[in-house]
């Protein structure tokens, strides 16, 4: 897996910053890691700022990661931002969607600024 996580915690959620390469495997695994950090440090919101490269993700890749998320973060989170500056937005609100339709608060962003604007309101 080639991707580097880095933590920051913030007053009332955790900021997960992803680098590396764009591939399922990596973002399942990162999502894997985010889960058990926020799952450690008992905070249950998260915002996600994905820096990743390579082509993006298909529509049939995006759904199955996002719905495995969605089972996953159950009694972990209760709130997610994702922010990827480089994605297209029908593939984010895609992703949104299939994550929201099963159960995760969550919402995606195209900028850093509008997601940590909208994830430290109190929800």
């Known amino acids: 897996m080639t991707y580097q996580l880095e933590f ?13 390469k764009n591939t399922p495997e990596n973002t399942r695994a990162y999502l894997g ?5 926020c ?17 993006l993700l298909q529509g049939l890749e995006i759904y199955q990661i996002a719905s495995e998320l969605s089972l996953k973060a159950q009694g972990i989170l209760r ?14 609100q895609f992703a949104e969607n299939v994550a929201v339709n099963r159960g995760l608060f969550g919402k995606v962003f195209r900028s850093l ?9 109190d929800r």
Do not use: S
């Not at 600024?113 to 309101?121: L, Y």
């Open 113 to 121: 600024t509008e997601a940590e604007e909208w994830i430290a309101q």
């Open 79 to 92: 709130v997610a931002a994702f922010v990827d500056e480089g994605t297209e937005g029908e593939m984010l």
């Open 8 to 20: 920051r915690m913030k007053p009332n959620y955790l900021h997960a910053v992803v680098t590396g």
């Open 33 to 37: 890691d985010i889960l058990r950090e």
């Open 39 to 55: 799952q450690a440090r008992a905070c249950q919101r998260v915002l996600i700022e994905e820096k990743l490269e390579g082509p």
